[in-house]
Each structure stands twice: as C-alpha cells, then as structure tokens.
C-alpha cells in the first residue's frame, strides 16, 4: 500500500478545477485533495479496476479564498495493487461557454459536466435562454446555480433545497431553463458568474454506470420585457375576428327571431321605431329586471356556481404547486414550455396566460349578441298584445343558454390561465374541465333550436 501526500502550488480556486485519474492495471487508488492549513476535504477520486478512460472530479471554489489566489494544496494518494500504474492531471478553470456558441459535451455514468458562464454588461436587459439538447433519450438533469456547489457532483445536481439559488430541470432531448429579472434566482448585472451542470438523471438506479449521452448546451438572449406591441396585435385580432364572427351569426339567426305571421304585418315587430338611445334603455331594462330578478335563467346560474365552486379549489392547488417550485426551483415541478416563455412581473408565461383572453373577450361579444336578441324579444312583448300572449312568446325564446354559454367561454379562458400557471399532469384537468361543460351547452343550444 502507499500513501503519498505531496503539496501542489499556485491552484486557482476562483475558477472551477479539474482532478483527472486513470488507472492501467489491476488494483485500487484513491486520490483526495485538501486545502493546506484546514481539515475539510476539498474531494476525492477513486478507481478500482481497470480503465483507461479519465476519472475526473470538478472541484469548487471556495468561501475561504475570498475570491484571491490561495496557497497550497495537499495531494493524498492512496493505492494498492501489482504493477500499479496511474496519472494524475489537475488542471485550472471550467469550460467556459459564452453567448450565441454552443458547446457539445459527452455525459457519462455519475460524472456531473460543469460550465462557467461569465455574464456581459447588460445582461438582464433580456432573458436568458440556457438550452440543452439531444438524439439520446436518456434522462439527464440540467441545473444552474450561482452557486457553484448546487452542481459540482452528482448529489448536489439531483438535490433541490430551499436556498433559492438554483433551478433544475430534467430533460430527455431537449430542455431550457430561463433565467430573467424576476426568476429565482434573479439574472441581474451584479452576479460575476453562473454555473450550469449536466449531468445524468439516478445513474445508480434507472441510469447504468456505462451509459453515456452527447447534450449540446446553448446560451442566447431571447425577450425584451417589451409587451406594447404583442398585447395590442392581440387585442386587435380579437376583436376584428370577434365581431366579425358575431355579425355573421346575427345575420343567419336574425330572421326567424323577427318573422311574424302572415297577415299581422309589423304590428308586432316595431324595433325599428327604436331609436338607438331607445334600444338601449332596454337593453338596460333586460339587465336589471331579467338577469337579476325575472325570467328563466336556471343554465346560466348554474354554469355560473359551478365555475366558482371549482375556480377557488382549483386555484388553490395550483398555487401551492407553483409556490413550492418558487422555493425549491425544481422546474419538475411546473413545467414550463420554456420554448415560448416570456414573463412579466412575476416568474410565470405572462404571455401563454395572456393568450387566453382570446376566450374572455370572445364571451362579452357573444354577450352582447345574446342581450341584443333578447332586447328585441322584450320590446315585440311591450307592443300592445295581451299578458298572455306576451308570456308565451318569452317562453319561446331561452336565452338562459346563451348566457350559460358565454359563462363556459369566461371559466374555460380563466382556467386555462390557471393550468397556464403551474403546468403539469395533475393541473392540466382544470384547463380541460370547462371544454365538456362548452360541448354539453353546444348540444343544448342545437337542440333548444328545433322546433
């Protein structure tokens, strides 16, 4: 057996190192690297067979240095066997990876590949896109840290505490994690360095030793924080398309709404005497006697409750999810399609949850339309005819479903928001809850028109 301590001189400790070991013949060697004057092991490598392929060990830099150039190191050596031979390399500095140049990396077994990104001036102006990819479908983890003990060795990748200084993801052939100004941690000018690991995802369990996988690594900055002109674009397709749709339907459904019979001629269809600020003194009687206080509206209630009931649960379960992944930054847990992820004021997709409004503002129109049929309805009942035969064309019409159906497209658009919050598996119910609830209403509408 042999022991050797031997004192290495001039190792740089700002910048990540390198402890490289390989093995040509049988026996066992150990290798352990102290920081001279303390006691704490700095790490070690070991090797028991075998091998010709480098063992290396990415080794931090530490508190102690102060961001200075540190003295001496200890080298342990520890090794027994015939016709041992081995080679020992310590090099300075981690892969640096910079902007716009992706760099191609080979994973393998429990080694943890680490790189050091050194931000420019100006670099929260825009978010930060840190993108892995890969033919292998392998599953391997991708973390970043300023910290560069959250994803020097394979436990400290796997873990996830709630120091909120890390973010990790688990990807099979892609996967990005965005850093901004309002992610945990934050992308500000101020931190000197980022550090990103890969490494693969239980290599002692799912994951064989021998098993390797090839992951590019990118870095480039994406959005602006800019949203004056995606929001209004938006909202003018919206309406454009809104409307337009809407018009479209009152034309098709106006007619059998006005027809009167043969020889009664206009008496009973005089919304035209209406003038527009006439029209609409109706449409506010419709409001506050027939939405609030008369009238059939046993679907539009109901859809109404409903909505509400599972809005408050529902909300709260995809809170705390959300919450949880805030402390801990395990993107696991909310998975992002941080393809198309832009943020706001909070680290959520501000714009995959804007996107919904397409659903809210298509319902007030297709309010709109439903109360301007029922106005018309209540003005051809206030045209002279008796209370009998008043009641029993209100009866006729049920606008109640209308109504319910404008109330599905607000909670389907507000729950989609929600699901849009916190993606997963178990939230993803929410975003599909309402689309059953819009079918059953669709059957109910085809059906509530024949006659």
């Not at 080979?106 to 978010?127: W, Y």
């Not at 990103?196 to 994951?207: A, F, M, Y």
């Not at 804007?354 to 018309?376: A, D, F, G, P, R």
């Not at 109640?400 to 929600?418: C, H, M």
């Amino acid at each position: 057996m042999t022991r050797v301590a031997q004192s290495v001189s001039r190792f740089d400790l700002i910048l990540l190192s390198d402890l490289k070991l390989s093995l040509l013949f049988l026996g066992f060697l150990q290798l352990s690297l102290y920081q001279q004057g303390e006691s704490s092991l700095l790490g070690h490598v070991d090797v028991s067979e075998q091998t010709s392929v480098w063992n290396t060990l990415s080794i931090c830099p530490t508190g102690f240095t102060n961001n200075q150039n540190t003295g001496e190191k200890l080298l342990s050596v520890v090794g027994k066997g015939i016709g041992l031979s081995f080679t020992v390399q310590i090099t300075e500095g981690a892969s640096e990876i910079a902007l716009d140049k992706p760099q191609t990396v080979n994973v393998r077994g429990d080694e943890v590949c680490v790189f050091q990104f050194i931000p420019p001036q100006g670099i929260s102006d825009k978010q930060l896109d840190i993108t892995a990819t890969s033919e292998s479908k392998v599953a391997a983890y991708l973390k970043v840290s300023q910290n560069c003990k959250e994803v020097d060795v394979q436990k400290d990748l796997e873990s996830i505490d709630y120091k909120k200084e890390s973010l990790r993801l688990s990807f099979a052939t892609k996967g990005r994690i965005t850093l901004s100004r309002v992610s945990i941690p934050p992308l500000t000018d101020s931190v000197p360095k980022w550090f990103i690991g890969i490494g693969l995802k239980n290599p002692s369990s799912d994951v064989k030793l021998s098993e390797s996988k090839s992951v590019k690594l990118r870095l480039t900055r994406s959005f602006d924080y800019n949203y004056a002109a995606p929001i209004c674009a938006l909202f003018f397709v919206l309406f454009l398309v809104g409307i337009l749709v809407s018009v479209i339907a009152c034309f098709l459904f106006e007619e059998p709404l006005t027809q009167v019979k043969p020889g009664e001629g206009d008496q009973f269809n005089n919304n035209a005497d209406l003038t527009c600020r006439g029209f609409f003194v109706e449409m506010l009687k419709v409001i506050s006697y027939h939405w609030f206080s008369f009238g059939p509206k046993t679907f539009s209630y109901i859809t109404g409750i409903v909505g509400n009931v599972l809005m408050v649960g529902a909300f709260q379960f995809v809170f705390a999810n959300w919450d949880t992944m805030i402390q801990n930054g395990d993107r696991d847990n909310c998975y992002y399609n941080d393809f198309c992820y832009r943020v706001a004021n909070h680290d959520i997709p501000f714009n995959l949850m804007l996107s919904n409004l397409t659903y809210i503002v298509h319902s007030l129109i297709l309010v709109v339309w439903v109360l301007i049929l029922e106005t018309k309805v209540n003005v051809r009942c206030q045209s002279g005819r008796d209370a009998l035969e008043a009641t029993a064309i209100k009866k006729r019409y049920c606008f109640s479903i209308g109504y319910a159906f404008s109330w599905g497209l607000v909670f389907e658009g507000l729950f989609s928001t929600l699901y849009h919050f916190c993606p997963s598996r178990f939230t993803f119910q929410f975003d599909s809850a309402f689309m059953f609830i819009i079918a059953g209403l669709t059957v109910l509408l085809l059906y509530n028109g024949i006659e």
